[in-house]
């Protein structure tokens, strides 16, 4: 019986789990190669997709049928600081195959600049939400149910940015890997 639990980890019954430090290991497979999963956010013109996104959802809800401004708005705001989420909170990991999973445990947040916080790319990735949640208040005319929506979208995307929750996972609906 004690055969079949060798080599693997044990769950934790918490719910907050905080991933540990990088071994010598996993740094070095890190500063081998640069992480082409992380390092498109620091190249020319990946700023400026984030208007554009935001524009284009804006657009595709103005020209459904029946949608009025503060709820396409809203939806706008939803629908960025949802992908947004996703992409940069949720997903952990690189598609590529080619650092021996050094980044395995990290979230694409937690792989940006190093890891680094208070960096330009971060600084702007998180005003981006706050600045999206400001015009998303005033366009819907400062209503408390668009406001409530808004706000609660916001905080959903800006508390994982915070640096008290680097490397912090939350394990409601994730469950951690057995190896």
Known sequence: MSQNKVGRRRRSSSIIYQEP???IEHTSDQAALPNLNANWVNAKGAWTIHF???ILLKIFYDIIPGVSQETSWTLTNISYM???FLMFHWVRGIPFEFNAGAYDNLNMWEQIDNG?????TKKFLLCVPICLFL???HYTHYDL???TIN???TLGVVIPKLPFWH???IGLFSSELEE
């Open 151 to 153: 706000f609660l979208a």
């Open 21 to 23: 430090a990088e071994s």
């Open 145 to 147: 149910t668009y406001f």
């Open 52 to 54: 554009v996104l935001i």
């Open 116 to 120: 680094d916080q208070y960096t330009p």
């Open 82 to 84: 949802f992908g947004s």
């Open 167 to 169: 490397r912090l996972r």
């Open 135 to 137: 015009l998303s208040t």
